[in-house]
């Protein structure tokens, strides 16, 4: 079996974030990049597979422009054999994401894909379920349980409220991982040594037959910070007198009990 | 050029939820400027109760809606998209959302704007504010086809107490082809609780790793949840050193929230949490640490030993009532 991992690179969730003066995105000069931290998980649970000899090849498909191969040599030291590196413009839309991944995929033939629940800059959770549309293949985002035995899975999920969904299906499929999914490894120091000549192959978004020259479905403009949240107030006093004011404030300052 | 908007509206029981009629009252303000009707779908019930704010109620019911399946509720609503020709479809950002609109977007075609927090009309356009960078930043999303899809963060619009009843429902005829079922729901594992879900609860008391164990979150937290009627949440810290579940994490990494009252107990205020919760429109901080990031954010905050403060902040929120 041949797995494939999505692989974002995002700003370090530690990134103060500053807007362009133009108001269009981000400032990204100073920027940390890191691999998203869910798209982690989906690494870690590829490089289990073989681990447990259900996978042979673990292959990193990542989408992005400067820095991506990086990112990819990164998931290479953990474990991975190969990666595909799609270069692509900025400012593209999911679909048109979705659609040059999937294409990708398709070519390289993979048996399982593994992506991240969401990326931790756009935050947009679309890619992944995109993929699954264009290839046809069955989907479950976001699970925290994966099994995969004769050519099936069985997932599980959290619904919310605490409720769990187990769900099943056949391979091909595409999978979001959530994180108690499992703990990523880092790469040992003969991962990182033997990555270096680990192949990265490079394609041109074009030549995936994604049109990118068409104004995309989604835009987005406008860029702001949130509003500050003010500094508020330290309740002084005694242990009992200063939760006597808390309450009061709360309910009648604050009006939310 | 479509016309109206469709809203996919949650129930639970039968009863239409809170998320829903936020919606339904957002959709009416945005409809009275865009022009069209309201559409309300309901999923898994035919006879739902409470909808308001909608000219028309669709309901899509039988044993494949009932427990939530990507596959017969993306079939679903393109059924009603391709029916009703909305110029906009909204529907709140849940698991079963996240999970299916992408899909149901990629066949079709459509551009989707997901977790917005504010929709508006500008130009004859809908414009939606969206958060990123886990709510460190946020943007304008405009949606070019037609129809236009947004999801909303649940609690992002008030409920008009001025919203009229909505007319009976109608029956949606659904067919599934063998594409919509390439998966099988095969078990659901009900909660220990009944509990609020975190990304919907108005009140949420969160520990941190200075509640020392699970104990001691078990014997602190859960009571003191309980008596504000809240949700309990946890930091990450917490989540890992095993005093909380990974479905309680408030944060970049775990659940984003939005609670009218956010207290945080033992925790430091790291800027992962601060993107999870710096929406709830009051925070309340209790540490011990007059030097703990949290108190720059905090709209109140106790500074002792959470110990100390939080079993007195029981008592007297029980002596309330
Ligand atoms: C990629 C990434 C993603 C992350 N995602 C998240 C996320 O989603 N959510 C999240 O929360 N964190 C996240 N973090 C972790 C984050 O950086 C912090 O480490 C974490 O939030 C700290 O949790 P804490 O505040 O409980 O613990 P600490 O920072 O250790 O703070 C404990 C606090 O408790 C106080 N305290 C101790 N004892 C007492 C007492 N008896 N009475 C009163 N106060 C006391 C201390 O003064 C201290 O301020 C992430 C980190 C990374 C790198």
């Known amino acids: 079996m041949k797995i494939g991992v999505l692989l974002k690179q995002v700003p370090d969730t530690e990134t103060r974030i500053r807007i362009a003066d133009d108001a269009s995105g981000i400032v990204t000069d100073d920027i940390k990049w890191v691999i998203n931290p869910y798209d982690e998980h989906a690494l870690e649970e590829a490089l289990k597979l073989k681990d447990a000899r259900k996978a042979k090849e673990v292959v990193i498909f990542s989408l992005g422009g400067k820095g991506v191969d990086q990112r990819i040599r990164e998931g290479l030291a953990r474990g991975a054999e190969r990666g595909v590196w799609i270069e692509a413009p900025e400012n593209l839309d999911s679909l048109a994401i979705a659609r040059a991944l999937a294409a990708a995929v398709k070519a390289e033939g993979v048996d399982l894909l593994l992506a991240g629940k969401q990326a931790v800059d756009d935050d947009n959770s679309q890619v992944p379920a995109m993929v699954a549309e264009i290839l046809g293949w069955p989907q479950v985002m976001m699970i925290s349980e994966l099994q995969i035995d004769d050519g099936g899975f069985k997932a599980t999920r959290d619904v919310g409220k605490g409720v769990r969904q187990v769900v099943e299906g056949r391979l091909p499929a595409v999978i979001s991982c959530d994180k108690s999914l499992n703990t990523p490894r880092y790469a040992s120091l003969p991962g990182i040594m033997k990555a270096r000549r680990k192949k990265i192959d490079n394609k041109n978004i074009s030549a995936l037959g994604v049109d990118t020259s068409s104004d995309p479905l989604v835009s987005h403009g406008n860029w702001g910070l949130p509003p500050e949240r003010s500094k508020g107030q330290v309740i002084p006093g005694e242990p009992k007198e200063a939760v006597k004011e808390l309450v009061r404030l709360l309910r009648e300052e604050a009006k939310v009990l | ?321």
Not at chain 2, 263 to 273: D, E, L, M, T
């Open chain 2, 1 to 321: 050029m479509g016309n109206g908007i469709l809203v996919l509206c949650e129930q639970e029981g039968g009863q239409i939820k809170g998320t829903a009629l936020e919606l339904l009252g957002k959709a009416r303000e945005l409809a009275a400027q865009l022009g069209g009707s309201v559409t309300a779908l309901v999923m898994g019930t035919s006879t739902p109760t409470g909808v308001k704010g909608a000219q028309q109620i669709w309901c899509v019911d039988g044993p494949d809606f009932q427990a939530y399946n990507t596959g017969p509720w993306a079939r679903a609503v393109q059924v009603a998209i391709e029916k009703a020709a909305p110029a906009l479809v909204l529907a709140t950002s849940t698991v079963a959302t996240r999970d299916f609109f992408p899909r149901l977007a990629a066949r079709l075609g459509l551009g989707l704007a997901t977790e917005v927090v504010d929709l508006c009309v500008v130009d004859g356009q809908v414009l939606g504010r969206r958060p990123v960078y886990a709510g460190k930043a946020l943007y304008d999303v405009r949606v070019s086809s037609d129809p236009a899809i947004f999801t909303a963060r649940p609690n992002s619009f008030p409920v008009p107490a001025d919203l009229p009843d909505a007319p009976a429902p109608e029956a949606l005829d659904v067919a599934l082809t063998e594409a919509d079922r390439l998966t099988r729901v095969v078990d659901t594992l009900a909660p220990e609780t009944d509990v609020v879900d975190l990304t919907e609860a108005a009140v949420i008391v969160s520990g941190g790793r200075g509640l020392k164990s699970k104990e001691n979150y078990d014997s602190i937290i859960r009571p003191l949840a309980a008596a504000l009627g809240a949700t309990p949440g946890a930091s990450r810290a917490a989540v890992d050193a095993g005093f909380a579940s990974h479905g309680d994490q408030v944060g970049q990494t775990g659940k984003v929230v939005n609670p009218n009252l956010y207290v945080a107990c033992g925790i430091s205020g790291a800027i992962q949490h601060l993107a999870g919760m710096r929406t709830s429109k009051v925070i309340v901080a209790i540490n011990k640490d007059e030097e703990a990031p949290i108190f720059d954010f905090a709209t109140y905050g106790i500074v002792a030993d959470l110990f100390t403060i939080c079993p007195l902040l029981q008592a007297e929120i029980e002596d309330l009532d």
